[in-house]
């Protein structure tokens, strides 16, 4: 009963042209260019015929192959985002390839215009995926009316509550991913330990939902801290350092935490941050401490700190600080210091306008593969894979669906690194 259910009305909006767009923008002709590679311009003139003749799968694929020749011309992503919006279920594919030419073209005449052309894209994209949540939703609680939980919780059923809530959440429903918590796990005691994995957490930080973190995840986790710093809330980054009496603290956000204060040149939570490395009965912590004094070069201050370690490994690497083979963790100051987010969300975008979602992901080996483009095709193969369905898989479901919030998200912003 739930396959029909789900492949009717679904399979049918999966299919449906994408809610009718404003007036396209500017004709493509118009759209800022460099002068494309030799090897470009014969696909990319056969892409604007087709287009002209409204042929958008062949416009798209020789766009495509002028893509492969050329793959940082603007206007080529511009076009296929013009042929893209024209074929029912590209809606991502099309308001990637916008984005990647927006962030290239940012005082283009016609950005105005590409910025209306994507909403309505949009619209479609997020009524078809909601509905989709719906659908998977409504199976999860049936199943979990007919099969009472066993006392240790059910694995499925967890991952597939997570993947559900992180997807709302992407969607931008926070109400709707706190009620799904709310009815399935309250205090998390009906949950196993493997449900709170770092998606659903980083999906309510990107929010801004701390308060939500912090009712379901009391200890801080780096996650929510990396992307309070991305906020500009540090307060909110310093109470996600899970600090513990004789426990020490949490050192990746402690590490974030001090990039920032440094990129930010904030001597007061520097001050904060030094006053608890050295507070730390962790000798694990205070090699943290080492590195980001010889950062500030305050190589004295190093030094006494690295004769308080006595454990041969971590004083290995403090000496690794003092001497200069090691700098303060990179991984950190490269993730909260001189962002090249926009190199970096380029070429995501480019990727996914290009690639697509994978809706497979976390399948077994061997498993065919479908794409964003084929969820008709992806919901008849579930439904002929395992019928009638069980909590195995309706986590494949959700799982399939965060992925492509999680996708949609980033391409809708903002980007998180």
């Known amino acids: 009963m739930f396959w029909a259910c789900l492949l009717a009305p679904i399979a049918c909006l999966a299919q449906a042209a994408p809610l009718a767009p404003h007036t396209p923008p500017t004709p493509a002709a118009t759209a800022p260019a460099h002068e494309l590679n030799d090897a470009a311009k014969e696909p990319f003139q056969k892409g604007m015929l087709a287009a002209q003749q409204q042929d958008y799968k062949a416009a798209t694929r020789y766009f495509l192959e002028a893509q492969k020749a050329d793959p940082n011309a603007s206007q080529i992503w511009y076009n296929l985002g013009l042929a893209e919006s024209k074929l029912p279920g590209h809606e991502l594919r099309a308001i990637s390839w916008f984005q990647a030419y927006l962030l290239a073209e940012p005082h283009a005449v016609n950005a105005d215009a590409v910025k209306r052309y994507i909403l309505p894209l949009e619209m479609a994209f997020e009524t078809r995926?909601?509905?989709?949540?719906?659908?998977?939703?409504?199976?999860?609680?049936?199943?979990?009316?007919?099969?009472?939980?066993?006392?240790?919780?059910?694995?499925?059923?967890?991952?597939?509550?997570?993947?559900?809530?992180?997807?709302?959440?992407?969607?931008?429903?926070?109400?709707?991913?706190?009620?799904?918590?709310?009815?399935?796990?309250?205090?998390?005691?009906?949950?196993?330990?493997?449900?709170?994995?770092?998606?659903?957490?980083?999906?309510?930080?990107?929010?801004g939902e701390f308060d939500v973190i912090e009712k379901f995840w009391p200890r801080g986790n780096t996650a929510a801290a990396?992307?309070?710093?991305?906020?500009?809330?540090?307060?909110?980054?310093?109470?996600?350092?899970?600090?513990?009496?004789?426990?020490?603290?949490?050192s990746a956000t402690w590490d974030l935490l001090a990039c920032s204060a440094v990129d930010r040149h904030d001597e007061q939570m520097?001050?904060?941050?030094?006053?608890?490395?050295?507070?730390?009965?962790?000798?694990?912590?205070?090699?943290?401490?080492?590195?980001?004094?010889?950062?500030?070069?305050?190589?004295?201050?190093?030094?006494?700190?690295?004769?308080?370690?006595?454990?041969?490994?971590?004083?290995?690497?403090?000496?690794?600080?003092?001497?200069?083979?090691?700098?303060?963790?990179?991984?950190?100051?490269?993730?909260?210091?001189?962002?090249?987010?926009?190199s970096w969300r380029r070429r995501f975008l480019v990727t996914t306008a290009r690639d697509g979602v994978d809706l497979s992901q976390g399948w077994q080996q061997g498993a065919p593969h479908f794409l964003d483009t084929?969820?008709?095709?992806?919901l008849e193969f579930r439904r002929q894979y395992e019928n009638p369905p069980t909590y195995a898989s309706?986590?494949?479901?959700?799982?399939?669906?965060?992925?492509?919030?999680?996708s949609y998200r980033q391409v809708h912003g903002p980007f998180n690194h």
């Open 129 to 207: 995926l909601s509905k989709l949540l719906d659908r998977v939703e409504e199976l999860l609680a049936a199943i979990t009316k007919q099969n009472p939980l066993p006392s240790t919780g059910d694995f499925d059923r967890d991952v597939a509550v997570r993947d559900l809530a992180t997807a709302r959440n992407l969607l931008g429903d926070q109400q709707a991913a706190i009620r799904i918590l709310d009815n399935n796990c309250g205090d998390l005691s009906s949950c196993s330990k493997k449900f709170a994995a770092g998606s659903l957490v980083a999906s309510f930080a990107s929010a």
């Open 374 to 378: 084929q969820l008709p095709e992806y």
């Open 226 to 250: 990396s992307y309070a710093i991305e906020q500009g809330n540090f307060e909110q980054a310093w109470r996600m350092l899970d600090i513990r009496e004789n426990n020490g603290f949490n």
């Open 394 to 406: 309706v986590r494949v479901l959700a799982t399939s669906f965060m992925h492509l919030a999680e």
């Open 270 to 342: 520097l001050a904060r941050l030094i006053e608890l490395g050295r507070q730390t009965p962790l000798e694990s912590d205070r090699v943290h401490l080492v590195g980001l004094l010889v950062l500030l070069g305050r190589q004295n201050d190093a030094e006494k700190t690295a004769a308080t370690i006595a454990e041969p490994e971590m004083k290995k690497r403090a000496d690794n600080f003092l001497s200069g083979l090691n700098s303060f963790p990179s991984w950190a100051c490269k993730y909260v210091v001189s962002f090249e987010v926009s």
